[in-house]
Nanobody
Framework: QVQLNESGGGLVQPGGSLRLSCVGSGLTFSSYTMAWFRQAPGKEREFVAGVSFTGRLDSVKDRFTISRDNAKNMVVLQMNNLNSEDTAVYYC?????????????????WGQGTQVTVAT
């Protein structure tokens, strides 16, 4: 059974940083393309960043950096200079595509999400 477990969310002040982690189990992690999505209240789920199984990166935010550690079955999203518009539930996702795809419908596995709130 594939499981993706996110952690690292919380409350942070504007301008601050957070590091989200996602650990996978029940899958050959190194074979999967991994991605982070987010969903704010009343909005659609949107792509944030992804890394293919070959290490190719894609990101829509220069302030956000994605990395993976296959030895730990982990993908990390480093978020810097956060602002209120970054407030959302952040999800980790996985698929077997050769390249990173920004469409959430292409991902087979999802974590439960971790809340990120940017506020004073």
């Amino acid at each position: 059974q594939v499981q993706l477990n996110e952690s690292g969310g919380g409350l942070v002040q504007p301008g601050g940083s957070l590091r989200l982690s996602c650990v996978g189990s029940g899958l050959t992690f190194s074979s999967y393309t991994m991605a982070w999505f987010r969903q704010a209240p009343g909005k659609e789920r949107e792509f944030v960043a992804g890394v293919s199984f070959t290490g190719r990166l894609d990101s829509v935010k220069d302030r956000f950096t994605i990395s993976r550690d296959n030895a730990k079955n982990m993908v990390v999203l480093q978020m810097n200079n956060l602002n209120s518009e970054d407030t959302a539930v952040y999800y980790c996702a996985a698929n077997l595509n050769l390249v990173v795809n920004r469409a959430p419908t292409t991902y087979n596995y999802w974590g439960q999400g971790t809340q990120v709130t940017v506020a004073t």
